[in-house]
């Protein structure tokens, strides 16, 4: 399982894959503007490769206080990309992302980065690339999505194991 993740904005989101090997992609990987992701996911959806994508969108969530135009915004957004990949596209909450890194819904974006540092280590120099070398600002979070939603799926299929296990052993 290859999973796309995206942390939308406004104009410009960011992606990143993280493959079954569950490591960061070196390569695909960036902040585009949401125009040409749009285009992106419609190519790569016809692309045998990239069929086998799972696409998790960072998804808002309603907190009870008052938002302003860009947060409408990139809910349309959210909109365009999921139509555009199709059926199986998935969203997380960013509380779901604090919660499985951080173990606290007050995390903030720091925090985030340094559980993904201390998962994958330090992303390195030109000269000694690590394996998030490149990664910044919203990158990190689309990492943190991709992340997210690859433990929860480990979880679950774990849990499918030992359910199956329990019910052989009876």
């Known amino acids: ?29 960036g902040k585009i503007p949401n125009e040409e992701l749009l285009s992106k996911l419609r190519s790569w959806r016809s692309c045998k490769d990239v069929q086998e994508h799972i696409v998790v969108i960072e998804m808002i969530a309603s907190y009870g206080m008052a938002v302003g135009r860009e947060v409408f915004e990139t809910c349309v957004w959210i909109g365009r990309f999921m139509e555009a990949w199709g059926p199986g596209a998935q969203r997380l909450f960013r509380r779901d ?9 007050k995390a903030k974006d720091a925090n985030i980065r340094q559980a993904l540092i201390d998962r ?14 490149g990664y910044k600002a919203d990158i990190w979070a689309a990492l943190a999505v991709a992340v997210t939603y690859a433990d929860k799926m480990r979880a679950e299929s774990q849990a499918i194991k030992e359910e199956v296990t329990r019910a052989k052993s009876k």
Do not use: R
């Open 97 to 105: 992302v604090k919660l499985n890194l951080c173990h606290t819904g």
């Open 1 to 29: 399982m290859k999973v796309l993740a995206i942390d939308p904005g406004t104009t410009h989101s960011a992606f990143v894959q993280y493959d079954e090997l569950w490591v960061p992609s070196a390569a695909l990987k």
């Open 120 to 133: 994958f280590g330090p992303p390195g120099t030109k000269a000694a690339p690590g394996g998030t070398y």
